[in-house]
């Protein structure tokens, strides 16, 4: 079991916002700005998408953004495309010199 | 831009030894900005982090698989290692080479490499 909670999955049409939540503890999201996102095509490797928490690695769409409060961190996409459709990895440093990952949001786009 | 590869056998019998290399190319495993790391993906569950190595050979690893892990470099074939000892079904998974900036994210992944652990 992943010590980051998201959700299983989420869903949205073309054209709108989704997010997807990363919960973890005062100890490990709410303690660092050290989190990132992959996005996962099924039968391909993740792929880096946002980094400390809200940063673009070159060449990745601004669509993308990251933001987090407290011990939750969040994925936002806007103006949801059909290729976004993609299991979606959160992680973060937990100290300790130790990386956790989130279990994956499977995302549908409608 | 630098391109992992791993490499090793696709079939590992239960309480043996799993082995695995990652080749790099396009940089050099030297930098001193950057580690090498393994991550794993068992069949349709979620990414679970194996550990990190710096070209100095200094390692880091996840604590529930410590007993069992042990990661090394090579610099001059610009290669980093893992072994996995006392394998069971439960390690059967995709595993994944990556570098790791010192932010702690993973910017650069291989294509994978299934093994399965199976008599």
């Known amino acids: 079991q992943s010590a980051l909670t998201q959700p299983a999955s989420v869903s949205g049409s073309p054209g709108q916002s989704i997010t997807i939540s990363c919960t973890g503890t005062?100890?490990?999201?709410?303690?660092?700005?050290?989190v990132s996102w992959y996005q996962q095509h099924p039968g391909k490797a993740p792929k880096l998408m946002i980094y400390?928490?809200?940063k673009w690695p070159s060449g990745v769409s601004n669509r993308f953004s990251g933001s987090k409060s407290g011990n939750t961190a969040s994925l936002t996409i806007s103006g949801l495309q059909a290729e976004d459709e993609a299991i979606y990895h959160c992680c973060s440093y937990v100290g300790g010199s130790t990386l956790e990952f989130g279990g994956g949001t499977k995302l549908t786009v409608l | 831009q630098p391109q992992l590869q791993e490499s090793g056998p696709g079939l590992v019998k239960p309480s043996e030894t799993l082995s695995l290399t990652c080749t790099v190319s396009g940089g050099s495993i030297s930098s001193s900005s950057y580690y090498w790391g393994w991550i794993r993906q068992p069949p349709g569950k979620g990414l679970e982090w194996i550990g990190n190595i710096y070209y100095s050979g200094s390692t880091y690893y996840n604590p529930s698989l410590k007993s069992r892990v042990t990661l090394s470099v090579d610099t001059s074939k610009n290669q980093f290692s893992l072994k996995l000892t006392s394998v069971t079904a439960a390690d059967t998974a995709v595993y994944y080479c990556?570098?790791?900036?010192?932010?702690?994210?993973?910017?650069?992944w291989g294509h994978g490499t299934l093994v399965t652990v199976s008599s």
């Open positions: 990556a570098r790791r900036g010192s932010s702690w994210f993973l910017d650069y």
């Open positions: 400390e928490v809200s």
């Open positions: 005062s100890s490990d999201v709410g303690n660092y700005n050290l």
